[in-house]
């Protein structure tokens, strides 16, 4: 009796709380988690505002800087949003149709994910640069940035489209045709509606990376400032000037603008699928 | 039509966007010959730079597989304050530039960082292993968890309630409930790891000091292949290496792709 | 089982890092982008010497300016054979190369060379002279300043053409401005220029002389001028305090200036500081050549040019920089 009491004392889930190693081994790896991540990035923030506050903006507020910030924003809006268009095509053709082949290309879509930065852009810049095979140069342009931005930021919208794509019932749409509607229409008013959320996603995940790229949009790039130094380029060339402080402070601007997009981008979702039920 | 139409489009974007670049690295690199190839990767620097990039990777996934779990489980079923601040921690090394990931290590650990002292004491973290160890560490953290996490929430706690009550121990409830759950989610996570090690550039460049056979890995190496060396197909040797296990990652990851219920 | 799966990681991190550590017999250098090569050859024949043999070296190649950061912030070295006297006055600062690295008989100076035009195969652009860079339609590649050393060799033979041609010192820094709005990408290192180059950006590229060499070796199809009026370079190495610890980093220090390692150097390009060299070589002689201390032109040392010109926020050429995104 005595033990059933006990037994029926001890709370429910007091043992799956602890599957995985309990408080001792959650303890360890917030550890590593403070170590790795969280100590590396309070050096940073310190370094950043080391010289006061005014530094630090004076710092973050460069021409350079700025235009560099400039540049990094509208490149990955440009970025997101051609994501958003193609993605989502080429996720509807991965789901919705048929065609030899179609297996191998869909596998091929988690190449940038998988494929070193600095590779694709060494051969973005041999393809699409001064010597290149199809007459086209671009390189050293904001253009052949893009080009770079667009490789590695590939699968995102594809990845994030194509699951809700496939769970998709496609009864309403039968049945919008079936009453005259026109694809494209039926496309606009039926199926866009229920992918926003995703492609929203798949542009969220987008536009950080782009923010950020750096292997592959380097060499591409050019080292020009205020025409297409991007902000990651611009922050290395600030580590090796031996300009630590500005550096700090520029990547503390630039991980506070992207972390407030993000944001930003997550409330619009959730505001655009408020009356949604899922 | 407009099947075709659509059709065109994507391919169209896919084949100039990834497949010519992607199929132009292995057509440079075996434009002079399987010799020559051969030769660029087989000097000791870039056997060394494969070692090395390898040695890193081996070190860090399995830490961050295992530190992956953990954090899933405590994510979803830990009952902490602080979870949502947790979530966005682990998010963090995504939405991070590389540069930034590099340049923090940096400060912390060159000279006058707050662990700057460290060196001095022998302990050779920046322009040696443990720093490029530290930043791969970095940048591959969210994976394996992220992966974890839905697939936690999505099974629930029934079975290993139920397998609670009727006496098992916490670590067997995990070793026979829990891990077989989840161990597809882990698998496709380690593998997204595992890329991640490889292929990362900017954040190890920053702490490498390219010392030539000492601190270069494999992109690195490309990199200065081709910027310093003038040995550009050295770099396409040296790259093909890197998209052949990047093919091999895009294999497995549709082998061990999260199956839909 | 995890637990020791982390241990056994811990075990291989330190073994590791004490692997990386310098064994005994282990010389680090550390030098600019551009001698690769050359340091390549001399340490190898340096292996072969009685005072060398066994050394293990460990070599790392960046931009200078790059460089010198990175040893300041902790990176091993032993030498230092940077591009110009301020990277390696920015490691004395720091305390980490003794105040008088240069005092020895070449005033630490280990090889020369000039600053020259690169242009592609037969010239179309007709480039010439100084006032060709600034001529509409042609793109000059010259290195980020801040960051390469080879970038402010460049420059100041910009600028010191301007001052030999007679232009007054206002003029020069005009001449700069000009300069400037001509290049539309700046590599972060000598190295970095000339692939870009050779990839076929630009129509002229400004570098030193042993990289013009060197192209032809590699087989880019490009030629190179010297300008009449044009810049001594004078590159030096330094034995930093650690190195001083080390014979076998002293050993090699002294070696640099044996007749075997400037044959050496003079077979990549450079030109050879030492005398009894330099008579077997017939290196083109400009006949406007004036170096860094030709107070006449406005160059009065590597230590008052370097604050004027490349001061990170006031120096002339921060100042063009700004201007230039306008």
Known sequence: MATDAAALRRPIGAATSRVGGGALARGVAMGYLSIVVLLPLAALVWASRSGGLAEFWSQATQPEALAALKLTLGLAAVCALVNAFFGTTIAWVLVRDRFPGRGLVDAVIDLPFALPTIVAGLTLLALYGPGGPFGIDVAFTRIGTLFALLFVTLPFVVRAVQPVLLELDQEMEEAAASLGARSFAVFRRIVFPNLLPAILSGVALAFARAIGEFGAVVLISGNLPFKTEVSSVYIFQQVESDNGTGAAAVSVLLLLISLAVLVGIGAFRRWRTRHDHV | MSRWVLRFTALGYLTALLLVPVGFVFYRAFSDGLVHAWDAVSSGRAVHALELTLLLTAITVPVNTIVGIILALALVRGRFPGRGLLNAVVDLPLALSPVVVGLALYLLYGRGGWLGGLAEHGIKVLFAVPGMVLATMFVSLPFVVREVVPVLREIGTDQEQAAETLGAAPFQVFRRITLPAIRWAVAYGVVLTTARCIGEFGAVSIVSGRIEGKTETLPIYVQSQYAFDFNTSGAYAASVVLALIAVATVVLLRVFQPKEH | ?326
């Open chain 3, 1 to 326: 089982m995890k637990i020791i799966c982390i241990a056994l990681i811990g075990v291989a991190l330190l073994a590791g890092s004490a692997a990386g550590a310098a064994k005994s017999g282990s010389v680090s250098l550390v030098a600019y982008s551009t001698p690769k090569d050359a340091y390549g050859k001399i340490i190898s024949s340096f292996q072969k010497t009685s005072a060398g043999g066994g050394t293990d070296f460990s070599q790392s190649y960046g931009a200078s300016g790059d460089q010198a950061r990175a040893v300041a912030a902790g990176l091993n070295a032993d030498l230092v054979a940077l591009s110009l006297d301020p990277d390696i006055n920015l490691l004395v600062g720091k305390g980490l190369v003794p105040k008088n690295w240069a005092a020895n008989s070449h005033r630490g100076i280990v090889s020369d060379s000039v600053v020259v035009f690169v242009v592609r195969d037969g010239n179309p652009k007709k480039i010439k002279g100084w006032g060709d860079l600034i001529k509409p339609g042609v793109q000059v590649i010259t290195p980020n300043p801040f960051t390469s050393g080879g970038a402010r060799w460049n420059v100041m033979a910009a600028y010191g053409a301007q001052r030999r041609a007679g232009k007054t010192d206002k003029q020069a820094v005009q001449y700069l401005y000009k300069f400037f709005r001509h290049v539309p990408v700046q590599p972060d290192s000598a190295r970095a220029a000339l692939q870009i180059f050779a990839q076929g950006k630009g129509d002229v590229l400004l570098t030193y002389e042993n990289e013009a060499i060197y192209a032809e070796k590699k087989g880019v199809h490009t030629q190179y001028k010297t300008p009449k009026a044009t810049l001594l370079i004078e590159t030096p190495v330094a034995l930093t305090k650690a190195g001083l610890k080390k014979p076998a980093a002293k050993a090699f220090y002294k070696y640099l200036w044996s007749s075997t390692a400037q044959k050496a150097f003079a077979a990549q390009g450079y030109r050879p500081v030492v005398k009894s060299v330099a008579k077997g070589y017939k290196f083109y002689k400009p006949a406007g050549l004036f170096t860094i201390n030709t107070t006449k032109l406005g160059l009065n040392g590597w230590t008052k040019v370097n604050r004027r010109f490349f001061h990170l926020q006031k120096g002339i050429v921060a100042k063009i920089e700004k201007s230039l995104g306008h």
